[in-house]
């Protein structure tokens, strides 16, 4: 079965500092993979998405991640942190047999310090 | 087109009570998604059109719930006899067939209380 394990429940970074937020799948066959961010009181919003291309993905707003199938990884990074960036991020499979429908890990909460 | 809308957004009803949400999709998206978020989790898939057919629904959609989505446009969620329980986020997301992505676009969802 395909599914995602969000490695943190919650990061807490200093402004101008990296972000990483950790996230492995499972998946039986090549795996379409993303990153959406949930702003309090927002929609989900696209960060970036993975689909057997390059391995490292650029997303929106500096955000990048990188598909490592030998770790089954699919990890979040920023070099720099900005406060604008304090959201709930999920990562989320979609499984391509199955009408697309996604699969969303539990979540990490990101929070900025100034 | 401004992407995918939702309404009511809020929506507080007494158990028992039936509701209704509306989702509107992009105009060109063939596949709308319906999801809840319960508080402190990750969206949770419930159904899903192609078009105006329901081609799958989760476990999770009891009898009481019911999805429609007439002429392959916008799309109602049914909750009939509403329970504490279905206080939820619920989200709706739309995309295009056939795009090996299956890259979803989210609403604002409709936040409901049931007291």
């Known amino acids: 079965a395909q599914s995602v394990t969000q490695l943190d429940s919650h990061v807490s970074v200093s402004e101008g500092t990296p972000v990483l937020l950790r996230c492995n799948y499972s998946?039986?066959?090549?795996?379409?993979l993303f990153w959406y961010v949930q702003h309090p009181n927002k929609g989900l919003q696209l960060l970036l998405k993975?689909?057997?291309?390059?391995?490292l993905v650029k997303g929106i707003n500096g955000f990048e991640a990188e598909f490592k199938k030998s770790e089954t990884s699919f990890h979040l990074t920023k070099p720099s942190a900005h406060m604008s960036d304090a959201a709930e991020y999920f990562c989320?499979?979609?499984?391509?047999?199955?009408?697309?429908?996604?699969?969303f890990g539990q979540g990490t909460e990101l929070s900025v310090k100034p | 087109d401004t992407g995918v809308s939702q309404d009511p957004r809020h929506k507080i009803t007494k158990r028992g009570q039936n509701v209704t949400f509306r989702c509107d999709p992009i105009?060109?998206?063939?596949?709308l998604y319906w999801y809840r978020q319960t508080l402190g989790q990750g969206p949770e898939f419930l159904t899903y059109?192609?078009?105006?057919?329901?081609?799958?629904k989760s476990r999770l959609l009891s009898d009481r719930f019911s999805a429609e989505r007439p002429k392959g446009s916008f799309s109602t969620l049914e909750i009939q006899r509403t329970e504490q329980g279905d206080s939820a986020m619920y989200l709706c997301?739309?995309?295009?067939?056939?795009?090996?992505?299956?890259?979803?676009?989210f609403g604002p969802g409709t936040r409901l209380t049931v007291t």
């Open positions: 997301a739309s995309s295009l067939s056939g795009a090996h992505s299956y890259e979803q676009y």
């Open positions: 998946s039986s066959y090549s795996p379409s």
């Open positions: 993975y689909t057997s291309a390059a391995t």
């Open positions: 989320v499979v979609s499984l391509y047999n199955q009408g697309g429908k996604l699969i």
């Open positions: 105009s060109e998206h063939n596949r």
């Open positions: 059109f192609q078009n105006e057919a329901q081609l799958e």
